[in-house]
């Protein structure tokens, strides 16, 4: 498991704060449907294979560069000041840089391997979630057990509310949100370039019958043509590939090949012995 926290980083102005009336229930009558800014619900399939809804609602959108996004956003967004965000997302990318150079030297490599092995046209995607009050929160989840997709996952929780929990030692853990921190996620692409040395973390979000609760997730993501393996540094007679090389976008296909179940992505990449 990999999940940790950081709050060496504080935003200027209180940024993080002031994103949150962008949530998915501030914008639900203001989006239209798109590729790239879109208001989804996640679900899962029953064992009649019906889609049974998560209780949450997320809105996506990319979060850099901000210049090309500007005009797929909902105008309540600009005409509340966007640029909260647009900070938020500039501080946010410093921050991922800082954290991918430190996992490369907790792994024995160059400062920038990491970076660079996840390639120069990295996807950046914003995911704002909500978490409604929900009636018998023992009968669902807000966002079923999942590893991100990704390489690197930063995540604002609210305060006050709590909801995240991540698997520790076989046991649901309690992440409970702390003032001007974050949790900083680590993702499937990473888990598969440290070779395994670094985990993706295997998490979920319950509800509660009372209190709402958002957050804010920023993700870090290979590009389609990307090629990701195993780096060859750390691999030795003692220490052998656990997984194949493989395009991300082959990665993207069994992901979306999966949806709706509890997704095995990485695993499909593995190395048979």
């Given at each position: 498991?990999?999940?940790?926290?950081?709050?060496?980083?504080?935003?200027?102005?209180?940024?993080?704060?002031?994103?949150?009336?962008?949530?998915?229930?501030?914008?639900?009558?203001?989006?239209?449907?798109?590729?790239?800014?879109r208001?989804?619900?996640?679900?899962?399939?029953?064992?009649?294979?019906?889609?049974?809804?998560?209780?949450?609602?997320?809105?996506?959108?990319?979060?850099?560069?901000?210049?090309d996004?500007?005009?797929?956003?909902?105008?309540?967004?600009?005409?509340?000041g966007?640029?909260?965000?647009?900070?938020?997302?500039?501080?946010?990318?410093?921050?991922?840089?800082?954290?991918?150079?430190?996992i490369?030297?907790?792994?024995?490599?160059?400062?920038?391997?990491?970076?660079?092995?996840?390639?120069?046209?990295?996807?950046?995607?914003?995911?704002?979630n909500?978490?409604?009050?929900?009636?018998?929160?023992?009968?669902?989840?807000?966002?079923?057990?999942?590893t991100d997709?990704?390489?690197?996952t930063?995540?604002?929780?609210s305060?006050?509310?709590?909801?995240?929990?991540?698997?520790?030692?076989?046991?649901?853990?309690?992440?409970?949100?702390?003032?001007?921190?974050f949790?900083?996620?680590?993702?499937?692409?990473?888990?598969v370039?440290?070779n395994?040395?670094?985990?993706?973390?295997?998490?979920?979000?319950?509800?509660?019958?009372?209190?709402?609760?958002?957050?804010?997730?920023?993700?870090?993501?290979?590009?389609?043509?990307?090629?990701i393996?195993?780096?060859?540094?750390?691999?030795d007679e003692?220490?052998?590939?656990?997984?194949?090389?493989?395009?991300?976008?082959?990665?993207?296909?069994?992901?979306?090949k999966?949806?709706?179940?509890?997704?095995m992505?990485?695993?499909?990449?593995?190395?048979?012995a």
């Amino acid at each position: 498991m990999a999940s940790f926290r950081s709050s060496t980083m504080a935003l200027p102005g209180n940024y993080a704060t002031k994103c949150w009336p962008f949530s998915p229930l501030s914008l639900n009558s203001h989006i239209e449907k798109g590729q790239k800014v879109r208001l989804f619900k996640n679900y899962v399939k029953s064992d009649g294979q019906n889609q049974v809804s998560m209780w949450s609602e997320s809105f996506a959108h990319p979060w850099r560069p901000l210049d090309d996004i500007l005009h797929l956003c909902p105008k309540i967004l600009l005409n509340t000041g966007y640029e909260v965000v647009a900070e938020y997302g500039k501080e946010i990318y410093v921050l991922m840089k800082r954290l991918l150079s430190l996992i490369s030297l907790g792994l024995g490599l160059e400062t920038d391997c990491l970076e660079t092995k996840i390639g120069e046209k990295p996807k950046f995607q914003a995911q704002g979630n909500y978490y409604p009050p929900c009636p018998d929160p023992e009968l669902t989840l807000g966002l079923n057990v999942h590893t991100d997709m990704c390489a690197l996952t930063i995540v604002r929780q609210s305060e006050g509310v709590s909801g995240l929990q991540v698997i520790k030692d076989g046991n649901w853990v309690q992440v409970e949100p702390i003032p001007d921190a974050f949790v900083i996620n680590i993702g499937d692409q990473i888990q598969v370039l440290s070779n395994g040395r670094f985990k993706s973390v295997h998490h979920r979000d319950v509800t509660n019958e009372t209190r709402f609760r958002v957050s804010l997730a920023t993700f870090y993501t290979p590009g389609k043509d990307t090629v990701i393996g195993p780096i060859r540094d750390p691999i030795d007679e003692q220490h052998p590939p656990i997984y194949r090389d493989y395009h991300f976008s082959e990665f993207l296909e069994e992901f979306f090949k999966q949806e709706g179940t509890r997704r095995m992505v990485k695993e499909t990449f593995e190395l048979k012995a």
